[in-house]
């Protein structure tokens, strides 16, 4: 389900982004010739009025062609002034960062989503159920007496504020005698019990027994847009040292995928929608439908950063191009901004193919 979710969810980012740019493009009068999904070999494609609807083999990105973008288009005469390059910079503006906008839009509103409609679910430190030891024997908690309802309080004498603390004092004490306090029907009860042990990831650790409960917090509107906002502002910075660290590290990701050290891969590595899939199962294991939205929402945020990047073709790119028109006057002859295009696309592309390598290797 996390994986679905995440696909989904991503595909529909994709086509919210488009839609941004041509809602923005529409309503400042520019004229919008294609709006597309995906990328390649045409699939599927309708046409509505001046606009040509459809849907392309690789479902990698999209696009949509407005009229007087590129400088090398013909525009015919009947279509002055309903051009990119002959609308004004506010305009322009409008229209390149509608799309990264649409991501943090997104992002914040998921998040509220999660805050104050769905819930944040934290895990107590009240026992809902008694489990067996691995080879199916009774559990330490069994065999001490340990109830459906009893609240862990402390651990020989150390309180515990959340099921985290219980699980880290436990673990460590493999085969060990301790003292567990619990509270149960208002009075503090002591069990003395020796914990079992069991082996994860070939290390051992300590047993007791027990399944934790959990609880679901809502926030309200007004605390739950806020904690959205802050959300946002986390993941935007999270985000963009993460794309950091990409560029980056990229000579190290080289060596990685020619056999030299991996250990890049420990510290930052780029996903495909493989590595994308197999992270919305995780999350969804780890949390629920909380954690994959949440891991949507950084996945909006990290591709509106990577959209907002100053160069060319991206978003950001034509937002400095329309910036350094305004600001000078004069008109940037793209043509040389060609070289840097094909660097950049060449760039990301191959940095798109290290993901896939990855994660099938």
Same mark, same amino acid.
């Given at each position: 389900?996390?994986?679905?979710?995440?696909?989904?969810?991503?595909?529909?980012?994709?086509?919210?982004?488009?839609?941004?740019?041509?809602? =923005?493009?529409?309503?400042?009068?520019?004229?919008?010739?294609?709006?597309?999904?995906?990328?390649?070999?045409?699939?599927?494609?309708?046409?509505?009025?001046?606009?040509?609807?459809? #849907?392309?083999?690789?479902?990698?990105?999209?696009?949509? +062609?407005?009229?007087?973008?590129?400088?090398?288009?013909?525009?015919? @005469?009947?279509?002055?002034? +309903?051009?990119?390059?002959?609308?004004?910079?506010?305009?322009?503006?409008?229209?390149?960062?509608?799309?990264?906008?649409?991501?943090?839009?997104?992002?914040?509103?998921?998040?509220?989503?999660?805050?104050?409609?769905?819930?944040?679910?934290?895990?107590?430190?009240?026992?809902?159920?008694?489990?067996?030891? @691995?080879?199916?024997?009774?559990?330490?908690?069994?065999?001490?007496?340990?109830?459906?309802?009893?609240?862990?309080?402390?651990?020989?004498?150390?309180?515990?504020?959340?099921?985290?603390?219980?699980?880290?004092?436990?673990?460590?004490?493999?085969?060990?005698?301790?003292?567990? !306090?619990?509270?149960?029907?208002?009075?503090?009860? @002591?069990?003395?019990?020796?914990?079992?042990?069991?082996?994860?990831?070939?290390?051992?650790?300590?047993?007791?027994?027990? =399944?934790?409960?959990?609880?679901?917090?809502?926030?309200?509107?007004?605390?739950?847009?806020?904690?959205?906002?802050?959300?946002?502002?986390?993941?935007?910075?999270?985000?963009?040292?993460?794309?950091?660290?990409? &560029?980056?590290?990229?000579?190290?990701?080289?060596?990685?995928?020619?056999?030299?050290?991996?250990?890049?891969?420990?510290?930052? +590595? @780029?996903?495909?929608?493989?590595?994308?899939?197999?992270?919305?199962?995780?999350?969804?294991?780890?949390?629920?439908?909380?954690?994959?939205?949440?891991?949507?929402?950084?996945?909006?945020?990290?591709?509106?950063?990577?959209?907002?990047?100053?160069?060319?073709?991206?978003?950001?790119?034509?937002?400095?191009?329309?910036?350094?028109?305004? #600001? !000078?006057?004069?008109? &940037?002859?793209?043509?040389?901004?060609?070289?840097?295009?094909?660097?950049?696309?060449?760039?990301?592309? !191959?940095?798109?193919?290290?993901?896939?390598?990855?994660?099938?290797?």
């Amino acid at each position: 389900m996390g994986a679905v979710v995440l696909l989904i969810g991503i595909f529909m980012m994709i086509l919210l982004h488009e839609a941004a740019h041509f809602a =923005a493009a529409k309503s400042v009068g520019m004229k919008v010739s294609e709006f597309f999904v995906g990328f390649g070999p045409r699939i599927w494609s309708t046409q509505r009025g001046e606009t040509e609807y459809g #849907v392309k083999a690789v479902p990698l990105g999209g696009y949509v +062609r407005i009229l007087g973008m590129s400088m090398f288009e013909e525009i015919a @005469p009947e279509e002055q002034g +309903r051009t990119y390059r002959d609308k004004p910079f506010w305009a322009k503006s409008l229209v390149v960062l509608a799309g990264p906008a649409s991501h943090f839009v997104v992002a914040f509103l998921i998040f509220f989503v999660v805050f104050a409609v769905v819930g944040v679910t934290t895990p107590t430190t009240t026992v809902v159920d008694l489990t067996t030891n @691995p080879d199916g024997s009774a559990s330490p908690a069994q065999l001490a007496g340990v109830q459906v309802g009893d609240r862990l309080v402390s651990v020989d004498g150390e309180e515990l504020e959340t099921w985290g603390d219980f699980v880290e004092a436990v673990q460590g004490r493999p085969g060990e005698t301790v003292t567990v !306090t619990v509270e149960r029907d208002g009075a503090l009860v @002591p069990i003395t019990v020796t914990l079992a042990s069991r082996v994860v990831n070939g290390v051992e650790t300590g047993y007791f027994g027990v =399944a934790r409960g959990e609880e679901v917090e809502r926030e309200g509107v007004i605390s739950g847009a806020g904690h959205a906002v802050s959300e946002v502002a986390f993941v935007t910075k999270a985000s963009a040292q993460g794309l950091w660290e990409l &560029v980056r590290g990229f000579p190290r990701l080289l060596g990685a995928a020619v056999g030299q050290d991996d250990g890049v891969l420990d510290e930052v +590595r @780029p996903l495909s929608p493989i590595g994308v899939a197999q992270l919305g199962q995780a999350a969804q294991r780890a949390g629920g439908l909380v954690n994959t939205l949440g891991i949507l929402a950084l996945v909006n945020v990290f591709v509106a950063l990577f959209n907002l990047l100053p160069v060319y073709p991206f978003d950001g790119g034509h937002f400095v191009v329309a910036a350094w028109e305004k #600001v !000078t006057g004069s008109e &940037v002859d793209q043509r040389k901004l060609v070289p840097v295009a094909a660097l950049v696309v060449f760039f990301f592309i !191959t940095l798109g193919l290290l993901g896939f390598y990855f994660d099938l290797v």
